[in-house]
């Protein structure tokens, strides 16, 4: 079985996650690398809504995950450590977690690097944490 392997900080999670998750899982069996709450505050300048054990409980109970965890670098790429130990063969990643850096970072390591399209399931809304959060402040 193949190994594909996502990272995100999964803070609100949306059916737009569960389909970017369905959608890596249909490449191989799926390793979820979740940023810690110090990362994501850092990454996106606001405190998480969900704590990085309540956001690990949820990915974890999903049915496309494998196995899931928190990781423990910091940054964009800080789940450097555990693609060296999960060794994956597929880096699957969202159009809006896609960059130069991370991609050469990964290919340097002789992974594939797999861009989502990102179609929502069966005609739902397009959906993304951030739009959530700005219908939130309404």
Same mark, same amino acid.
């Given at each position: 079985?193949?190994?594909?392997?996502?990272?995100?900080?999964? +803070? =609100? #999670?949306?059916?737009?996650?569960?389909?970017?998750? @369905?959608? /890596?899982s249909s490449y191989g069996e799926l390793y979820v690398s979740i940023g810690s709450d110090k990362t994501v505050e @850092? $990454?996106?300048? !606001?405190?998480? #809504?969900?704590?990085?054990? *309540?956001? #690990?409980?949820?990915?974890? /109970?999903?049915?496309? =995950?494998? !196995? /899931?965890?928190?990781?423990?670098?910091?940054?964009? $790429? +800080?789940? /450097? @450590? @555990?693609?060296?130990?999960i060794k994956p063969d597929v880096f699957f990643v969202n159009s809006d977690g896609d960059s130069p850096e991370k991609?050469?970072?990964? *290919?340097?390591?002789?992974? %594939?690097?797999?861009?989502?399209?990102?179609?929502?399931? +069966?005609? $739902?809304?397009? %959906?993304?944490?951030?739009?959530?959060? !700005?219908? #939130? !402040?309404?």
């Open positions: 079985m193949r190994k594909v392997f996502v990272s995100g900080c999964f +803070d =609100v #999670l949306h059916s737009g996650h569960i389909r970017f998750l @369905e959608e /890596a @850092e $990454l996106k300048h !606001q405190p998480t #809504l969900y704590t990085q054990d *309540e956001r #690990l409980y949820m990915v974890s /109970a999903l049915k496309y =995950v494998h !196995q /899931a965890f928190i990781a423990k670098g910091s940054g964009k $790429l +800080d789940f /450097a @450590e @555990e693609i060296k130990q991609q050469e970072f990964i *290919e340097k390591m002789g992974i %594939r690097y797999v861009v989502s399209n990102r179609i929502p399931k +069966d005609l $739902l809304p397009v %959906r993304s944490t951030t739009s959530i959060r !700005q219908i #939130l !402040q309404k």
